[in-house]
């Protein structure tokens, strides 16, 4: 889970949008699909680490992994959804 406080101040590094985090729904779908090998992230590389959460979106197109605590905020890391 996110710190709330450092939720608020994060922002998509592409939109600007407000960040939430996904609901295990989402993360469970986004995390097989990585373990099935078929997702790719903008950068057009496919995802090889499974997430511990994702952020997701304000408008839910884009959602960026959470690992070992720490949101990977990169515009070539965010996933399309």
Do not use: H, W
């Not at 994702?54 to 408008?59: E, G, I, N, P, Y």
């Amino acid at each position: 889970m996110i710190n709330a406080e450092l939720l608020k101040i994060l922002c998509c590094p592409e939109t600007r949008q407000s960040l939430e985090e996904a609901n295990q729904e989402l993360v469970g779908k986004l995390n097989a699909l990585i373990q099935e090998k078929n997702l790719k992230n903008v950068g057009g590389l496919e995802v090889t680490e499974t997430a511990e959460t994702f952020l997701v979106t304000s408008d839910k197109t884009r959602a960026y992994p959470v690992r070992a605590g720490i949101p990977v905020l990169l515009v070539d890391e965010g996933i399309i959804l």
